[in-house]
């Protein structure tokens, strides 16, 4: 049977509430709901699709990561979007040459898959409609909100449902 899985940096807990905040907003006034199914998050490696029986093959690429790097902070500041043909509403994060750092360490160990990296906290996908996404930018790329949070691991989550930390590993 296959499962889903990604690797990715998660904030503290109060910087997920304000982010649902906002997921709530997307839902309630452009008919975005399906953002409010996962927490906030930056994406390091996007979901791919294996066979559950391979999945100690993953722990071991995971575990084999190298995360000696001190932990570092990460600024969200503002909002910004993808106007792809399935348009993304998010957060951005200032430029951070650890993240970058970080996300070349993991990419070293997961390649397999071709991935441009922009780091982002979304907001608002799937359901939302490109006019609504013009509508919510509208409104969101006007919005302040600035707020930092340390990254000191990375987690490698497996989709039951929904999606279930699996692994952790901490940098430094």
Do not use: C
């Not at 304000?18 to 409010?36: C, G, P, R, T």
């Not at 699709?49 to 500041?77: G, M, V, Y």
């Amino acid at each position: 049977m296959k499962k889903l899985y990604f690797i990715a940096i998660y904030p503290p807990q109060q910087i997920i509430d304000e982010v649902k905040i906002f997921k709530q907003d997307l839902a309630l006034h452009y008919n975005n709901s399906k953002a409010l199914k996962n927490d906030a998050h930056i994406t390091l490696f996007p979901p791919f699709s294996r066979e559950i029986e391979l999945e100690e093959d993953i722990h071991i690429a995971f575990q084999k990561i190298d995360t000696n790097i001190s932990p570092f902070e990460i600024t969200l500041n503002g909002f910004d979007g993808f106007p792809n043909k399935s348009p993304v509403l998010f957060i951005k994060p200032e430029s951070n040459e650890h993240l970058i750092e970080l996300y070349n360490r993991v990419k070293q160990h997961f390649n397999f898959i071709r991935y441009n990296f922009n780091p982002h906290m979304t907001v608002g996908y799937r359901d939302l409609s490109f006019e609504n996404y013009l509508k919510a930018l509208e409104v969101y790329k006007n919005k302040e909100y600035k707020t930092k949070f340390l990254v000191d691991k990375i987690i490698l989550l497996r989709h039951d449902g929904k999606w279930i930390p699996i692994a952790e590993k901490k940098l430094g």
